[in-house]
């Protein structure tokens, strides 16, 4: 059974970037499309993009285009998420999650990591 | 963005109590809504998608309906494990938004 596993919290400077990673474990990772999902203290879940399973096509919304990057490293069955130009308001768990559809674009997330907490501050 | 607006934010209740939760969107997003899950310091569950359909292992006790612009999600007889959040997701469009939320505490 597929496993999500993100990397650890993070302390960031404001103006810094973040890099946080997800490894899926138990089966054939490069099948996999992801997104990512983060959620601030008290607030609604906030997509982030994605990133498709085979020739890395992603999406990201407006409010985070030029700002966050995803890629992945297949033979490290790894996808990684970049944010730069933190700010305190990107204080948030960051969730990896796979896409239902498994290959592509369902837009909808049936298996999730456990969350890795970012926080910025001076 | 399309916005999805989820009601009430919170909603107190008791063992098996039938509970409903509503959620709207701001245009016709047809049936692509999802439901999940989220207890305290713990990663989003997936329930539901295509406004009615359950995830495998879901329990039947939960049910989705609707389309267009108006949702539901009802537990026809709420169970200790079902005091959580429940977020609704539009995947209408190709930027995805949530609800705000529905927590359903005990009474």
């Known amino acids: 059974q597929v496993q999500l596993v993100q990397s650890g919290a993070e302390a960031k400077k404001p103006g810094a970037s973040v890099k946080v990673s997800c490894k899926a474990s138990?089966?054939?990772?490069?099948?996999?499309?992801m997104h990512w999902v983060r959620q601030a203290p008290g607030q609604r879940l906030e997509w982030m993009g994605w990133?498709?399973?085979?020739?890395?096509?992603?999406k990201y919304p407006q409010k985070f285009q030029g700002r966050v990057t995803i890629t992945r490293d297949t033979s490290a069955s790894t996808v990684y998420m970049e944010l730069s130009g933190l700010r305190s308001e990107d204080t948030a768990v960051y969730y990896c999650?796979?896409?239902?559809?498994?290959?592509?674009?369902?837009?909808?997330?049936?298996?999730w990591g456990r969350g890795t907490l970012v926080s910025v501050s001076s | 963005d399309i916005q999805m607006t989820q009601s009430p934010s919170t909603l107190s209740a008791s063992v098996g109590d039938r509970v409903t939760i509503t959620c709207r969107a701001s245009?016709?997003?047809?049936?692509?809504l999802a439901w999940y899950q989220q207890k305290p310091g713990k990663a989003p569950k997936f329930l539901i998608y295509?406004?009615?359909n359950l995830d495998s292992g879901v329990p039947s006790r939960f049910s989705g309906s609707g389309s267009g612009t108006e949702f539901t999600l009802t537990i026809s007889s709420l169970q200790p494990d079902d005091f959580a959040t429940y977020y609704c997701?539009?995947?209408?469009?190709?930027?995805?938004?949530f609800g705000g939320g529905t927590k359903v505490e005990i009474k």
């Open positions: 138990g089966d054939t990772f490069s099948n996999y499309a």
């Open positions: 997701q539009q995947y209408n469009s190709y930027s995805l938004t």
């Open positions: 295509k406004a009615s």
């Open positions: 999650a796979t896409d239902s559809s498994g290959y592509y674009w369902s837009g909808f997330f049936d298996l």
């Open positions: 990133i498709n399973a085979d020739n890395d096509n992603t």
């Open positions: 245009q016709s997003i047809s049936t692509w």
